[in-house]
């Protein structure tokens, strides 16, 4: 994907988070807010990031100014906070979660649809929870935070922006899915054991041999990389 890790400050400031009013709207009654530093109100109050467009976008629109700076595409792993009414359910909607956040600008309305399309596309089957998302932003974010390039023909430009992320949420689904009252099994590739081979000595029975074969196996199985 092409794409380069970043990390930036989770504090958000109130006039760039109100920058992008659909943007705000969506937020405002999930932001959390700093207004003290000890026993001093502060001067210009700071929201925890619910999500770093209105952070990362007005460095976006100092980076690129030309068709040669595109695509950007930058990802980051970090907590966001949206305080959410009534009682949080771990990992499905909590305050506080981990996500990977990823924010891409490009040149064109064309490559910019053909990411979404390649990142959303999930084999349908029958039910859902939103534990990863990919948005077209189209042009909403560039125009608010002034992220313009010169393109081929040397004229100014506006670029076409998506975001995409991925959460703990998903953590949340797979307890779902593999878990009940008796406990987890979690699936292969996340399991940090995926394989258990148990000896079972019996009888009038070489004890021994049973060990041998039982530690062969293990041996086979971890060089075949799976963790026993």
């Known amino acids: 994907m092409n794409v380069e890790n970043c990390y930036f400050p989770m504090f958000v400031l109130d006039c760039h988070l109100k920058k992008e009013k659909a943007h705000n709207e969506g937020f405002k009654q999930v932001v959390a807010w700093v207004t003290k530093s000890g ?76 990411e979404v399309f390649r990142q959303a596309f999930i084999p349908n089957t029958g039910c859902g929870i939103q534990g990863a998302t990919t948005h077209c932003l189209r042009q909403k974010f560039a125009e608010k935070f002034e992220v313009k390039f010169e393109d081929m023909k040397g004229e100014k430009a506006m670029v076409w922006q998506n975001s995409w992320g991925y959460s703990t949420r998903t953590i949340g689904a797979m307890v779902m899915v593999h878990g009940d009252d008796k406990g987890l099994v979690l699936p292969p590739k996340v399991a940090s054991t995926q394989v258990i081979v148990i000896p079972v000595p019996y009888k009038d029975v070489d004890t021994q041999g049973i060990y041998d074969t039982c530690k062969a196996t293990v041996n086979m199985l971890c060089e075949a990389k799976n963790t026993c």
Request: hydrophobic share 35%.
């Open 39 to 114: 026993h001093s109100d502060l001067e210009a109050h700071l929201a925890l990031r619910p999500s770093s467009e209105t952070i990362m976008y007005p460095y976006y629109s100092k980076w690129i100014r030309g068709h040669r700076d595109l695509p950007l595409k930058l990802n980051q792993w970090c907590n966001v906070v949206r305080w959410v009414v009534g009682d949080p359910t771990p990992f499905i909607r909590s305050r506080e979660f981990l996500w990977q956040e990823g924010h891409s600008a490009f040149a064109t309305e064309d490559e910019a649809h053909a």
